[in-house]
C-alpha cells in the first residue's frame, strides 16, 4: 500500500522513519509491503531522506489512486480536518495523532469512514506510544468500563515533578521544560488542562460509545498550585499529579480536568518526568494500568505506524471501534464527590470549633512559620463543599484521593 504522510515535523518525520528503518517487519505484519509515496508541507527540507516525496498540493495526495492510505500529523483544525474529511470521502484509510481534530470532529470523520468502507484511526491522539485505544476496543472488548483515570499529558507531569521533587516554583519548572524542549513557547494548552481535557473527552467517547463533548467537561490547570502546596505534600507524603477522569454511569458520565493529591498507593503515584499513565477500571478484570511515553517522534510516531498496519489488514471494512453521533450527558460538576486539600488563613486553635463545624473529623497540617493551616477532609461533593468552604479565607483547594 501507497503511503502518504501530511505534516513533516516531529511526528511526522518520526512516522517517515520507522516506515523505512522497520519496513521489513512493518510487511510481515501488514502482509505487504508499505511504500510511503509523498510528505506534505509548506517547507522544504533540502538533504532530508524525503527531499524526493516532498509535495506542496493536497490535491496530489487527494486525487491519487495509488494512495490508500493517509497520515495526518499537522496538528490543530485547519487544514487538517478538511484535509483529513475530504481523503476519507476519496476513500482513503486516515491514521492522525491529533487530539484536537479527534476531540472536535471525531464523530463525523468516523461516520464518513464507514460510509466509505474505509478506517478513521487515532491511537497516537491519546497517550502517545500507549496502546491505549487499541487497548480499550481489542483486549477490553469484553469488559464493563467503569472509569478512566489518566496523567495525560507529559509537560505537565514534568512541571509537577520538578516543583514535588527539586522544590521548584511553578514559573521556574515551566521555564526548565521550554528550555529542554517538553513544553511549547505558548504553554497554554497543556498548563491549562485543556489538552488533557480533549483527551479525557476522547477516551470516554470510546468506552461510551458515545459522542462526548470537550466543552462540557470541567477542567483545571496546574498554573494555581505552588511551592507551599508542595511542602504541604511533602510533610504529608503526597504528590499532586493532573488527572483527567470520568466515572461512566448508565445515563451520563463524570469527567473532570483537575490538579489531585494523591499517596503512594494510588497506581499513578510512580508517574513522574513526561510519561504518561492511565488507569482503567473494569467490571471483571478489576485495575488495570498503562505506563509509558504520552509523546516523542518515535513513540508517537509508532502508535501510527500500528494504526497503518491495521489499515493494510483490513483494506475494504471499517474495523468496528468508535462511536455513534449519539450525545452522551456530562454530568454536572458539582455532583461529583471528592476528597478535599484546603490551606486556610489563620491558625487552627482560633479555627478549630470552626472547621469542625463545617468539615467534621479533618486531618491538620501546619507548616512553620507560616499564617496559615491546612486540612484534608472527608468526601463530599462539589457543592458541599463550597457551601462549606465560604467560611473561610482559603489559599488554596487541591481536590484529593487519599
Request: hydrophobic letters at 40%.
Amino acid at each position: 500500500m501507497y503511503v502518504a504522510i501530511m505534516g513533516y515535523g516531529t511526528i511526522g518525520s518520526g512516522v517517515a522513519e520507522i516506515l523505512e528503518t522497520n519496513k521489513a517487519e512493518i510487511a510481515a505484519a501488514a502482509g505487504q509491503e508499505v511504500v510511503l509515496k509523498y510528505v506534505l508541507d509548506l517547507r522544504e527540507f533540502p538533504g532530508s531522506p524525503i527531499e524526493d516525496r516532498l509535495i506542496h498540493d493536497f490535491k496530489m495526495i487527494e486525487e491519487d489512486p495509488e494512495v490508500g492510505m493517509v497520515v495526518e500529523t499537522m496538528g490543530g483544525l485547519n487544514p487538517a480536518y478538511p484535509f483529513v474529511k475530504a481523503c476519507l470521502l476519496a476513500g482513503k484509510h486516515v491514521a492522525t495523532s491529533n487530539k484536537a481534530l479527534v476531540a472536535a470532529h471525531g464523530t463525523e470523520l468516523l461516520a464518513i469512514a464507514r460510509e466509505k468502507q474505509v478506517n478513521f484511526l487515532f491511537e497516537a491522539s491519546v497517550g502517545g506510544g500507549i496502546p491505549v485505544i487499541r487497548t480499550l476496543y481489542r483486549s477490553m472488548s469484553g469488559e464493563k468500563i467503569r472509569g478512566i483515570t489518566g496523567i495525560l499529558n507529559g509537560t505537565t507531569n514534568y512541571i509537577l515533578t520538578r516543583m514535588s521533587e527539586a522544590g521548584s516554583s511553578f514559573e521556574a519548572a515551566l521555564k526548565e521544560a521550554q528550555n529542554l524542549g517538553y513544553a511549547e513557547r505558548n504553554p497554554e494548552a497543556d498548563v491549562e488542562g485543556y489538552d488533557t481535557c480533549r483527551k479525557i473527552a476522547i477516551l470516554t467517547a470510546m468506552v461510551s460509545g458515545k459522542e462526548v463533548s470537550y466543552e462540557e467537561i470541567h477542567t483545571e490547570g496546574i498554573t494555581k498550585i505552588t511551592d507551599i502546596d508542595f511542602q504541604y505534600a511533602k510533610k504529608m507524603g503526597t504528590c499532586v499529579k493532573l488527572f483527567g477522569s470520568s466515572r461512566i454511569g448508565e445515563d451520563s458520565v463524570q469527567a473532570w480536568v483537575a490538579p489531585v493529591m494523591i499517596g503512594p498507593g494510588h497506581p499513578l503515584y510512580a508517574v513522574r518526568d513526561v510519561y504518561n499513565g492511565i488507569l482503567i477500571t473494569s467490571n471483571m478484570l478489576g485495575q488495570t494500568m498503562l505506563y509509558g511515553s504520552g509523546a516523542g517522534k518515535l513513540p508517537t510516531g509508532g502508535a501510527v505506524v500500528a494504526d497503518i498496519i491495521e489499515a493494510v489488514q483490513n483494506p475494504h471494512s471499517t474495523i468496528p471501534f468508535g462511536w455513534s453521533a449519539e450525545r452522551e450527558t456530562v454530568a454536572d460538576f458539582s455532583l461529583s464527590s471528592h476528597q478535599y486539600f484546603v490551606r486556610i488563613a489563620g491558625n487552627y486553635s482560633d479555627h478549630e470549633e470552626k472547621v469542625a463545624a463545617a468539615f467534621g473529623n479533618v486531618q491538620v497540617m501546619e507548616l512553620d512559620g507560616m499564617d496559615e493551616f491546612a486540612v484534608l477532609t472527608g468526601s463530599m461533593t462539589e457543592e458541599e463543599y463550597q457551601k462549606k468552604a465560604g467560611r473561610f479565607e482559603v489559599r488554596q483547594m487541591i481536590r484529593a484521593e487519599l
